[in-house]
């Protein structure tokens, strides 16, 4: 380009100072002009398809990417989250084991309180009856006893 230009400066001083200059000179050089103009635009254009492609293929590796540290990362979430369900799971089994144990251990004390009961309940009748054998003994004796 700078080659056409230094010519189109030549041929312009030329036309200036000769008379006799042929204007059909600037007009090939003029239609070379446009040549390069439209070579200069295809290999912009050519260049800015290329860094398309190449921003597209860098688009793409890091979608990969993401793409990949997303499914880490669900992995992750989902090993974690089943991690956490097995010892909810655990904890709630320990609960339970533990509710079972006192609900025996009530029922084992409610029994036990029971027959305490029934039995004291024999020895207060028992020793009522002593006493009130023991009173009619000593009526129909006609011992008082000193109590």
Known sequence: ???LLSEFTFLSDQ?????????SNIEDLMKLFEIESYKAWA???LEQE?????AETSM???EGYLDSVMEAAMDEFRRLEEEMERMAKAELKDLEDTAD???KMGNLMEKAAAIASKKYVEAALNSATASMKSAWKGLSSKKVHPS
Not at 15 to 23: C, S, V
């Open 60 to 62: 793409q590796q890091a």
């Open 101 to 103: 144990k006192a609900r």
């Open 43 to 45: 290999a912009m254009e």
């Open 1 to 3: 380009m700078e080659a």
């Open 15 to 23: 036309a200036l100072q000769d008379k006799n200059f042929d204007p």
């Open 50 to 54: 290329e860094e398309v492609k190449e």
